[in-house]
């Protein structure tokens, strides 16, 4: 079946493995594929919304996989048991939900093989999060689908914090060690971004002058490792 590239670039970083659960399944196009491709030979499927479970049933019964992947309606990991899956998927969902998801059911989470997260936003304050709680950062992945950048972040815990430079969070060390092909444009786009934040923030109060040192800071960091690459 045809999947998105974001979706593709997910799957790409899942082992072969007995049984994965995809979060927030929408249509379950992922598990599919993974069930179809091999990858994976069962799947749970669940989502916080009726709706979206309904239409995976449907997709997985089109398919004739209703032997393969269960659809449960929950939230987050509140839908399985510790050890009753060897991977999750989270994506497509902000870095503060996906944290909070994770700190919902960190017995869960700890008890996976390892785990895939798609942050759509803040994955910086995702990573910060992971790393000063002992999870383990053990490859990421970016795209660009329909104009939109996607970072890919796998991971597993392994009960030993770091600090890092915040860059670092901002920008995933994986990608930066492997000289990402993407990853130029990606630091690009960022700079363009904050560059123009800058312009639109004044020195009139004292929570303006340290947003405009914090912009002009991170600016800095990305140009230097832009000279890196």
């Excluded at 593709?8 to 598990?31: F, M, Q, W």
């Excluded at 019964?61 to 060897?86: A, F, H, Q, S």
């Excluded at 930066?176 to 092909?181: D, E, F, Y």
């Excluded at 444009?185 to 340290?210: G, P, W």
Aim: aromatic fraction near 8%; glycine fraction near 6%.
């Amino acid at each position: 079946m045809n999947i998105s590239i974001r979706l593709k670039t997910i799957a790409s970083l899942i082992d072969e493995c007995n049984r994965i659960s995809d979060v927030g399944t929408d249509h379950a196009y992922l598990p599919i594929y993974l069930i179809k491709m091999g990858i994976c030979k069962e799947a749970i499927a669940s989502d916080i919304n009726r709706g979206p479970v309904q239409k995976a049933e449907h997709n997985i019964k089109r398919e004739g996989l209703e032997n393969k992947i269960t659809c449960r309606l929950g939230t987050g990991l509140t839908t399985i048991e510790p050890y009753e899956v060897d991977c999750a998927i989270i994506a497509g969902m902000g870095g503060n939900l996906i944290r909070d998801i994770i700190e919902e059911s960190k017995d869960v989470f700890k008890s996976l093989k390892y785990a895939v997260l798609q942050p759509v936003q803040n994955p910086d304050i995702l990573r910060k999060y992971l790393y000063e709680s002992g999870y383990d950062i053990l490859e990421e992945e970016l795209c660009i689908d329909e104009g939109k950048y996607y970072e890919i972040i796998k991971v597993k815990y392994n009960n030993e914090p770091k600090i890092l430079d915040d860059i670092y969070y901002e920008i995933g060390e994986k990608l930066i060690h492997k000289r990402h092909p993407l990853l130029k444009k990606y630091i690009n786009h960022k700079i363009n971004k904050y560059s123009n934040i800058l312009s639109y923030i004044d020195d009139k109060t004292e929570l303006a002058k340290l947003r405009r040192i914090e912009l002009k800071r991170k600016i800095k960091k990305l140009e230097e490792i832009d000279l890196w690459l």
